[in-house]
């Protein structure tokens, strides 16, 4: 039973009879050390385990073997992702959502290759450009991380605002490159076609769709009239 487990930290088992934690795959060692390893081949029999992976690294905020992070790739590569159930997706986004970590989840997804399959949208906000003296970032994904960061105790309907705030940026035209004018009138749209993919609900994406719009307004708070505000 514990060899089919996913990672070394989820197969100890406990001897009732004389409290003995019961460890065949190093996992105490691979707690003490903040470590997500997989135990077998068998991690490869449930593509949901790559998801599962980059939410555990987000939650127990530990790293990611080699030898583990090289397997998911490989199922990334070999097309795993393609038969999970987009509920299941969401599910383990919005687990994600949850913890203290999200970024440390997006992070890891894009290591993995994930991100590009389950949210193409956000894994091309990585290849934006910025405006240095707006963004010292340098991109539009590295700055949506530290907003991420910014948002780390707030809940998860922020969190997954501020991961979409600024997804208009990739509709950009390259000849308006790292100016992004517009770029919260061209979200919503995008925001809506994401959200219907992976079936979020309503009150997440409405939320969503009002922080695009409106984000770009708070500079001009302290330039407005009362009743422009």
Known sequence: DLIRR???????????NTNQIIDYFNGQKDIKEGILRHISPHFAEDSLRVLRMCRFAAQLNFKIAPETMSLARQMVKDGALAHLSTERVWQEIYRALETKNFDIFITTMQDCGALDKIMPEISALFATPERLDYHPEGNSGAHTLLCLKNVALQSPKI???????????TLTPKDALPHHHGHDATGPELIKSICSRLKVPHEYKNFAILCCQ????????????????
Do not use: E, P, S, V
């Not at 969190?159 to 940026?169: C, M, P, R, W």
């Open 214 to 229: 409106n984000h770009m307004k708070l500079h001009l708070i302290h330039q407005m009239r009362a009743l422009t505000l």
């Open 159 to 169: 969190k997954f605002a501020t991961l979409l705030h600024d997804i208009g940026k």
């Open 6 to 16: 996913d990672f070394t930290c989820n197969a100890l088992a406990l001897d009732n």
